[in-house]
């Protein structure tokens, strides 16, 4: 049974737009969560995370935002860059580290 | 620089052969963790260790062993007995402790083929 679940394998945006990448989870003893991209064949790069005792994590272009009550979390990109097409994956951590399956975010010219 | 060490990059391995990858990391960090790619599965967890001489389980353990005899070292096995071991294999690090360490750093990966 998943534990974290991203819903959408992809996600088109225009550049410029808004990207929102949501997440959920089941397991609320989570404590911590977090988003990291990742291009083919490299390791994940971390982009930002939020504590379990925070509902909004900002940071540049990059906002997560947590609703404990809906056990669901979502990261926000703006303005969307072509450098933002890549997966992205929402993971996190109690005692161990899961992640989701994925969405891959293509941003269109 | 600290970071953590894949090795090797690719492995062709012949079916009923065991190999290993190796995983190395310089950060002084307490947990490891192996995790696999396949396409559309996202990361699914191997193997985890908290502490040295210590590992537990992940989702798919089932054709793989792991051993933390060192605290820098965490290599995983990945056995005759795995079914379908062609994938895309992450290490990674965390600093240790549930509210210690905000991020996990994270190895280049290495491909494995089964020929």
């Known amino acids: 049974d998943q534990q974290v679940k991203q819903n959408s394998p992809s996600l088109s945006v225009q550049e410029g737009r808004i990207s929102i990448l949501n997440c959920d989870y089941t397991n609320s003893m989570f404590d911590y969560f977090l988003w990291y991209k990742k291009y083919p064949a490299e390791g994940p790069t971390f982009l930002i995370s939020?504590?379990?005792?925070?509902d909004k994590n900002e940071d540049g272009r990059f906002t997560v935002f947590l609703n404990k009550s809906a056990k669901h979390l979502s990261l926000h990109i703006v303005p969307s860059q072509p450098g933002d097409s890549a997966v992205y994956f929402c993971a996190a951590r109690d005692d161990k580290i899961i992640f989701g399956k994925g969405t891959r975010l293509h941003i269109l010219p | 620089d600290g970071g953590i060490t894949q090795s090797p990059k690719y492995l062709f391995r012949k079916e009923g052969q065991n190999v290993t990858l190796s995983c190395e990391q310089n950060l002084n960090h307490d947990a490891m963790y192996w995790y696999r790619q396949d396409p559309g599965q996202g990361l699914r967890l191997i193997y985890y260790s908290q502490i040295v001489n210590d590992f537990q389980k992940g989702d798919i353990a089932e054709g793989y062993s792991v051993s933390r005899e060192k605290k820098e070292s965490f290599p995983l096995t990945v056995t005759s007995a795995q079914k379908n071991p062609t994938a895309f294999y992450l290490c990674a690090s965390i600093r240790g402790g549930r509210l210690s360490g905000n991020t996990i750093y994270f190895g280049e990966g290495s491909w494995l083929t089964v020929v």
């Open positions: 939020i504590s379990s005792i925070k």
